[in-house]
């Protein structure tokens, strides 16, 4: 069974950065594509919001516009870990951000929550003004 734990959450200032950390055990990391989502920001029961994706293989990445060129998504397959690099964080960032694996037979990115197999249980980050 796939499971994805995530870490690096917490409590950071307007400005700052933070990485987080998610990784899987129980499948093939190397032919999963993964991505990070963020929930929460307007109240539980919210849809999830895409921030990031990266293929397997030639790690392929794309963002979500609200992120892109402050987020960066990478992955490290000899640790079967995937990273969300966040910089110049905001108030409006503050959400629970869950990390995602989509097994897929080419290595595309996945924008759309509903494609994603597995899911972490999420960790909570909080940007104070």
């Known amino acids: 069974q796939v499971q994805l734990v995530e870490s690096g959450g917490g409590l950071v200032k307007a400005g700052d950065s933070l990485r987080l950390a998610c990784t899987v055990s129980?499948?093939?990391?190397?032919?999963?594509?993964m991505g990070w989502f963020r929930q929460g920001r307007q109240g539980p029961g919210n849809e999830r919001e895409f921030?990031?994706?990266?293929?397997?293989?030639?790690?392929?990445?794309y963002y979500g516009h609200a992120v892109k060129g402050r987020f960066t998504i990478s992955r490290d397959d000899a640790k079967n870990t995937v990273y969300l690099q966040m910089n110049e964080l905001k108030p409006e960032d503050t959400a629970i951000y869950v990390c995602a694996a989509d097994r897929r037979s080419m290595p595309i990115v996945a924008t759309v929550a509903s494609s994603y197999d597995y899911w972490g249980q999420g960790i909570q980050v909080t940007v104070s003004s």
């Open positions: 921030l990031a994706s990266i293929s397997w293989g030639n790690s392929m990445t």
């Open positions: 129980g499948g093939d990391f190397n032919k999963l594509v």
